[in-house]
């Protein structure tokens, strides 16, 4: 698959996923608007219901306040009357000033309760003093109505009052403005005058959208999940695309380096096997061995290469059993170095010392841990344009041995540092191919590390070489016996 290809799909499925995404939330919002609908029938209802209720009753005491005025007024003409009486009559008999007090007294008290009665009669019949004595009542008749209708949220209601301009009563007090501005309108009955203009009953929902939301709670969950899922498994395939397309660069390149690396050992096999078919070398001791050897060392290297291969691939299946024994790191580095003191020396370099580490004995595998050390001892020696000079030093430090193995070579850039240790991948360099290899070598490094529970790190900085730091948890011998 190419690379316009590629951008093609993604785009094509950028755009569909885009397009399921909007469709999606005109979904939600048509949901939302009948959810709205199905909210504002269900309140109508219930507030038709609510005030017919309290029509009801404020008619009913609207009426029994009328008996009652009606009651009290004839007793109040009958206190009239009976003062009409004490006047007329009481004042021809009056013979002393205690017969005047008396009358006196008498007179005051029935003006005193006739005015008591008409003040009670007066205040009575206010309008709105039904509404307001009885708030408690007007809020369990809404609130039931809710209730039964499925209008489960806060609510806040309040009377309002158009011949005063006031609010006559409200349930608590807490959203005055909400209530002038916002709140659901409805007339009650003129009970007190048929032109007087009806009072307003005013219902405010404080959580009317958080409630709405609730009722599709369900939908936009799964649409959530589903957007998720879709954005995660989209951007999962890219990365995927990605990756494949630089694995297969990658294997490419492997491929052709591998070709490069097994080509020059063969022609050189080749080469060493047609000179020997020469029957006057034969006889030339001296020549004859070094084409022997030639061919020997070859033979070598392809076997090298090919275990390195074959390694590489035991490890990504998860088959490689180590054989763990009791071992000194310091006795394996002195061998490993000693193993590549010829190659080194080839080049002009050396190779320093500095095993610090009193405590070096732990388990691992003697064979994999040496060839480590062999690969970082390579590596050293390969990404070298000048003479190389290996440090390699170990230490203790929080009951872990640490080895440190430093070079001079041409280093290593921040932004490759990360991806060194990922299987094929190599440092690029351009159109020069004076370093060969596979890519596999610090791959197969940290490999062996994880298996013994360690781990490796490296600081470079280009042209000034690389430390590649090494990280092995200590066991001591006699603890190992004691196990």
């Known amino acids: 698959m190419n690379k316009w290809s590629t951008t093609l799909i993604i785009a094509l499925v950028t755009l569909a996923t885009i397009g399921l995404m909007v469709i999606q939330v005109y979904w939600i919002r048509d949901a939302v608007k009948v959810k709205q609908a199905v909210f504002l029938r269900d309140l109508d209802q219930a507030m038709t219901n609510a005030i017919y209720e309290l029509d009801k009753l404020r008619l009913e005491d609207r009426l029994k306040k009328q008996r009652q005025m009606y009651k009290q007024n004839h007793g109040i003409y009958e206190l009239y009357d009976s003062l009409n009486n004490l006047l007329s009559t009481g004042i021809a008999s009056i013979n002393t000033i205690s017969e005047i007090n008396y009358i006196l007294n008498r007179t005051n008290s029935i003006v005193n309760r006739a005015n008591w ?25 809404i609130t039931y109505q809710l209730r039964k209708h499925n209008v489960k949220t806060l609510h806040e209601f309040g009377i309002y009052s158009p011949a005063t301009n006031s609010m006559l009563v409200q349930r ?50 799964v649409s959530i999940f589903l957007f998720l899922v879709i954005i995660f498994s989209f951007s999962f395939s890219i990365h995927i695309i990605n990756r494949q397309k630089k694995l297969s660069v990658m294997k490419n390149d492997f491929i052709n380096n591998m070709t490069h690396e097994f080509k020059t050992p063969i022609s050189t096999i080749a080469l060493a096997c047609e000179a020997l078919k020469d029957e006057d070398l034969k006889h030339i001791a001296e020549v004859y061995n070094n084409y022997i050897g030639v061919i020997n060392e070859e033979n070598s290297r392809l076997k090298s290469m090919a275990e390195q291969i074959l390694q590489t ?27 590549k003191k010829m190659a080194i020396e080839k080049k002009g370099g050396t190779i ?7 405590k070096s004995v732990l388990k691992a595998d003697t064979v994999h841990l040496t060839n480590v050390f062999i690969n970082l001892l390579d590596n050293a020696i390969k990404y070298n344009l000048n003479k190389p000079h290996v440090i390699i030093n170990t230490i203790n430090k929080n009951g872990d041995l640490l080895i440190r193995v430093q070079d001079n070579g041409i280093g290593i850039s921040k932004s490759n540092q990360k991806k060194i240790f990922e299987k094929l991948y190599r440092v690029p360099t351009g159109n020069v191919h004076n370093f060969k290899g596979f890519g596999l070598g610090l791959s197969y490094v940290k490999a062996i590390l994880d298996l013994h529970k360690g781990d490796v790190k490296v600081d470079s900085d280009i042209e000034k070489g690389s430390t590649f730091t090494i990280r092995l948890p200590l066991k001591t011998k006699s603890n190992e016996e004691k196990k």
């Open 172 to 221: 608590t007090g807490a959203y005055p403005d909400k209530l002038l501005k916002e709140a659901y309108v409805y007339d009650l009955a003129p009970i007190s005058s048929l032109f007087a203009p009806p009072n307003k009953l005013l219902l405010y929902f404080p959580y009317e959208k958080g409630f709405i939301a609730r009722q599709i709670w369900k939908l936009l969950a």
């Open 313 to 339: 691939a035991i490890i990504d299946k998860g088959q490689l059993k180590l054989k763990k024994t009791l071992l000194d790191v310091n006795e394996l580095i002195v061998n490993a170095t000693s193993s």
């Open 117 to 141: 009665q008409l003040s009670i009669n007066n205040t009575e019949s206010e309008p709105g003093s039904f509404l307001v004595s009885n708030k408690d009542l007007i809020d369990s008749i």
């Open 352 to 358: 320093e010392l500095q095993l610090k580490a009193s």
